[in-house]
């Protein structure tokens, strides 16, 4: 019998790439995904097929604020394996719409437990998708996190999150339940949401080399963030429920890139000359073409969060070692990716 999983959060980035490892690895896939006026599918279009033709990939409409839409879910598919990716994930939009925020991405979390204790799915594995933003600042005595390192979120996204990594564990020492987290830091791809920082620049950056006039408005260029490539992470979600026991992991690469050196390497992509000048809000970067400066770059205040975490960087050891896996992608692959892929968006437009 083929093993099958269901995954919330199946129309986003990790949900697609998700969905197409388990298609591959013979699983018949289910997603959960929002009803919505308009179609919200172009990540997983190209697996998705008629209902009345396939069998190995549906979809189903729910809503991780919604107890009874979880219940007839789950009670319909009783999977072998649930990922609960769903979630509001952008952490600037967490301080706009909090409550929001909390409901998906937090008591989300709890709904699909409570689910699974009700249907008495006792055999099912439950994978927890975290975050990074558990984690507050360093401090002198530490310079990475992992599964152990106090954890101090300084957003409602990361405060939500809190709470889901907290309630997986009680309902996996309480009830027994075979419930995961994986603490996955910064992890980005072509299919990135287009208001996230590392899609903003190399969708900025497509767009200049095809004779875009455009600015680009940017936050903290200080920041550093542990970034990885999502096609690596998603393997790695999958490997977290085929061990023995269930546990917690920390995913990361263990190195730390700038904002503004993220910029620097796809501009060495490019083979663009840029210059950058001030400090601050008054930072700026200019491209030097045919010895004259044009403006690209400019800091704008309103992009900075109203607490920001400048500096995160994970220490993934035990998840390598357990998981036995090695990173397949690394910052340069990351970014010819994601920048070879809006150039071709944006040369079909």
Known sequence: MKKKALITGITGQDGSYLAEFLLK??????????????????????????????????????????????VNVLSKV??????????????????????????????????????MKFLKLNKTKFYQAST????????????????????????????SKLYSYWITKVYREAYGFYA????LFNHESPRRGETFVTRKITMFFAKKILGSKDVLYLGNLNAKRDWGHAKDYTEM??????????????IATGKTTSV??????????????????????????????????????????????????DYLKGDPRKAFKKLNYKLKHNLKDLVKDMLESDIHLFQKK
């Open 25 to 70: 690895k013979g699983y018949v896939v289910h997603g959960i995904k929002r009803k919505s006026s308009t179609f919200n599918t172009s990540r997983i279009d190209h697996i998705y097929k008629d209902f009345h033709t396939t069998t190995n990939f549906l979809l189903h409409y729910g809503d991780l604020t919604d107890s009874n839409s979880i």
């Open 78 to 115: 009783r999977p072998h394996e649930i990922y609960n990716l769903g979630a509001q994930s952008h952490v600037g939009h967490s301080f706009e719409i909090p409550e929001y925020t909390s409901e998906v991405s937090g008591l989300g979390t709890l709904r699909v437990l409570e689910a």
């Open 132 to 159: 990074s933003e558990l984690f507050g600042e360093k401090s002198n005595k530490i310079n990475s996190f992992n599964e152990k390192s106090l954890m101090v979120p300084r957003s409602p996204y990361g405060v």
């Open 180 to 183: 995961c987290n994986g603490i």
């Open 237 to 250: 979600q999958w490997k977290i429920l085929q061990k023995s026991q269930p546990d917690d992991y920390v």
């Open 260 to 309: 503004r050196e993220f910029i620097n390497e796809c501009c060495r992509y490019l083979k663009l000359k840029i210059v950058w000048q001030g400090k601050g809000l008054n930072e700026k970067a200019f491209l030097i073409k045919n010895k004259k400066k044009q403006l690209i770059i400019k800091v704008d205040k309103k992009y900075y969060r109203p607490l920001e975490i």
